[in-house]
Nanobody
Framework: QVQLVESGGGLVQAGGSLRLSCAAS????????IGWYRQAPGKLQELVAT????????NYADSVKGRFTISRDNAKNTVYLQMNSLKPEDTAVYYC???????????????WGKGAQVTVSS
């Protein structure tokens, strides 16, 4: 069983910063992809940023490039999202996502966290 637990959401004024964390725990051999998606009220879920193993290549939504930075601590199975220059349109529930391999040579299985609310006031 694998769990993804997010932390670090909250309320911030436009132009401010927040850092989200997501810790993966449980039966983990490796993590193929880990990152963040978000869903704003009345909108579809969208990719924010991901890191892909083994190269640690990153992928960002155009709307957050230059403002958000994704990073990971492999020893802690934790991914971070540093969000700077926040805008009201960044307001959403941010979900941690990870594709996790529990046993060597097995396929990765997708997991989702419960979400962290980020609210940016104007």
């Amino acid at each position: 069983q694998v769990q993804l637990v997010e932390s670090g959401g909250g309320l911030v004024q436009a132009g401010g910063s927040l850092r989200l964390s997501c810790a993966a725990s449980g039966s983990i051999f490796s993590i193929n992809v880990i990152g963040w998606y978000r869903q704003a009220p009345g909108k579809l879920q969208e990719l924010v940023a991901t890191i892909t193993s083994p190269s640690d290549s990153t992928n960002y939504a155009d709307s957050v490039k230059g403002r958000f930075t994704i990073s990971r601590d492999n020893a802690k199975n934790t991914v971070y999202l540093q969000m700077n220059s926040l805008k009201p349109e960044d307001t959403a529930v941010y979900y941690c996502y990870a594709e996790i391999v529990a046993v060597r040579f097995h396929s990765g299985i997708p997991y989702w966290g419960k979400g962290a609310q980020v609210t940016v006031s104007s």
